[in-house]
């Protein structure tokens, strides 16, 4: 199994926002633009709370690769990189969430 299967996705999704290609999804994404983006973020995440709650582990896993692939569109259409995510959670390591909020 490829554990770097998120920064190959990452990699293709820039490639599409970059170099356009006809027929992908991805590229009908962004060249609806970020209202659109936003708009599967929220459908996909309303979809993983709703497999959450008795639809069975697979369904679940869809649905949060579902959630993913759309935040990575999301990430690439405003210039987040993963690097900037894994810095973000690199700092939060070992914080515990009571004393981040304080």
Same mark, same amino acid.
């Given at each position: 199994?490829?554990?770097?299967?998120? %920064?190959?996705?990452? $990699? +293709? /999704?820039?490639?599409? @926002?970059?170099?356009?290609? #006809?027929?992908?999804?991805?590229?009908?994404?962004?060249?609806?633009?970020?209202?659109?983006?936003?708009?599967?973020?929220? %459908?996909?995440?309303? $979809? +993983? /709370?709703?497999?959450? @709650?008795?639809?069975?582990? #697979?369904?679940?896993?869809?649905?949060?690769?579902?959630?993913?692939?759309?935040?990575?569109?999301?990430?690439?259409?405003?210039?987040?990189?993963? $690097?900037?995510?894994?810095?973000?959670?690199?700092?939060?390591?070992?914080?515990?969430?009571?004393?981040?909020?304080?």
């Amino acid at each position: 199994m490829e554990r770097r299967i998120i %920064e190959k996705l990452y $990699e +293709v /999704i820039m490639e599409r @926002k970059n170099t356009p290609r #006809e027929g992908s999804y991805t590229c009908r994404l962004f060249k609806k633009g970020k209202d659109e983006i936003l708009k599967k973020v929220g %459908e996909e995440a309303v $979809e +993983v /709370i709703l497999a959450s @709650k008795g639809q069975g582990k #697979e369904q679940l896993v869809y649905e949060l690769s579902d959630l993913i692939y759309h935040m990575l569109v999301l990430m690439a259409e405003e210039g987040v990189t993963i $690097e900037d995510v894994y810095e973000e959670l690199e700092g939060r390591f070992g914080i515990s969430g009571l004393e981040e909020k304080v």
